[in-house]
C-alpha cells in the first residue's frame, strides 16, 4: 500500500523522547505539542552506546526536562546497522519501562524522507547496507504536498537502485557517499544527492511521525514485542550461506505499515 504523510499530520499534543540510532550519526529530540524544544545530532565511529545516553541527558536537561510517565519515547527501528537499531531499541525499552513512558517505533526511511523537506519529482531515501547493497524506499509528492512511500523497504544492489530509479530523483542517506559514483553513472545530471555529512538523520522527524502514530493509537507499541526492522539477516547469518545478502532479504510482506496518514 502506498504511504502518504503531510507535515500538518505530524507534532501533535504529546510529549516525545525520540532518538535515531540507525546509521553512524545519533540523533536525539525532544517535542512537546508539536514543537521541538531542543535536537542534537552527532556522527560517530563508534558504538552509540556510550554516545546515546549521553545525548539523551544533554537533551533533558537543556530544557530543563524530565519525563514523566505517560510521556513516549520514539525510536528507529530499520532498516540500518544491526548494532546501532538494537542499541537504540534497547535503551529505549529500558526507558519506557522504567519511567513507564509509551514506546513507538518509527521506520528508519520514512523519517529520514521526512527529514528531507524540500524536494521534488522522486526521493530515494538509501541506507550503505554494505556488500555494494542499499537499504532503499522511493517516494513521490501527492495532492497538497503529500509524500507517498511506492513501495516497501527493500535490500538491493546499489546498481540495480540506479536503474530503477530512472529520471530525475533526489537521494538522501549514507548511500550517498558510499555509491555516488553509481547513482550518477547511471542518472547524470537528473540526480541530485545529498549527503548524510549535510542531511544527517533528524530524531526530530522520528518524533513527529510518532505523534502522528499516538494521535489514533494512544497506545503505542508493545513494549515486549517491538523488534528492530533487519531487512536482512546480521553477517554472522550470512557468512554461513553461499547465497547474496539481498537473496537473504525478509520479504516485502513482513514490512508492517501502522500510521495510516503516512502509508
Known sequence: MAAALSPAD?????RILAFDTATWTCSVALLDGGVVLAEKCERTESSHAGTLPRMVASVLSREGERLRPGDAVAVSIGPGSFTGLRIGLSFAKGLAFAGRLRIVGVPTLDALALAALP????????LDARKREVYAAIYERAAGGRIVRIAPPRALAAARLSE????PCAVIGDAVEAYADVFTRALGAGVRLLPSTRHPPRASAIA??????LAYDPEGDDLSALA???LRPPEAELTQTTHSPSAQSVSPASFVDKVPLLY
Not at 10 to 14: F, I, N
Open 10 to 14: 505530524c507534532g501533535l499534543g504529546v
Open 119 to 126: 524536494w521534488e519529482n522522486r526521493l530515494c531515501a538509501a
Open 164 to 167: 530503477e530509479l530512472g529520471g
Open 208 to 213: 513527529r511521525m510518532a505523534a502522528a502514530r
Open 228 to 230: 528492530p526492522y533487519y
